[in-house]
């Protein structure tokens, strides 16, 4: 059973750091996209960060661009979501996901979700 549970979500003051934890299992990710997500509350669900789980090229969204960095630990079998100076803007529910297409900004492309982790900032 496939499952991605992530951690590390919060209360933070704006201009203050989080990081993300995503804990993936149960299938082998080697050709897959991890990607990360956020949907505030009366949006539609937003591209944060992607990466190939077997290569070290990352893509970002506009908006966290300069702020956030996406690795992953091959020994922990993680995807983490490094946030760095957040702003109020970015409160969201965050989702790791993976999906084996490249087409690695579009939801509807990955396979698997997790159940998300909540990250508020405030001034």
């Known amino acids: 059973q496939v499952q991605l549970v992530e951690s590390g979500g919060g209360l933070v003051q704006a201009g203050g750091s989080l990081r993300l934890s995503c804990a993936a299992s149960?299938?082998?990710?080697?050709?897959?996209?991890m990607g990360w997500f956020r949907q505030a509350p009366g949006k539609e669900r937003e591209f944060v960060a992607a990466?190939?789980?077997?290569?070290?090229?990352?893509y970002y969204g506009d908006s966290v661009k300069g702020r956030f960095t996406i690795s992953r630990d091959h020994a922990k079998n993680t995807v983490s979501l490094q946030m760095n100076n957040l702003k109020v803007e970015d409160t969201a529910v965050y989702y790791c996901?993976?999906?084996?297409?490249?087409?690695?900004?579009?939801?509807?492309?990955?396979?698997?979700w997790g159940q998300g982790t909540q990250v508020t900032s405030s001034l």
């Open positions: 996901a993976a999906g084996r297409s490249g087409a690695h900004t579009v939801v509807g492309r990955y396979e698997y």
């Open positions: 990466m190939r789980w077997s290569s070290d090229s990352t």
């Open positions: 149960g299938r082998s990710f080697s050709t897959y996209f």
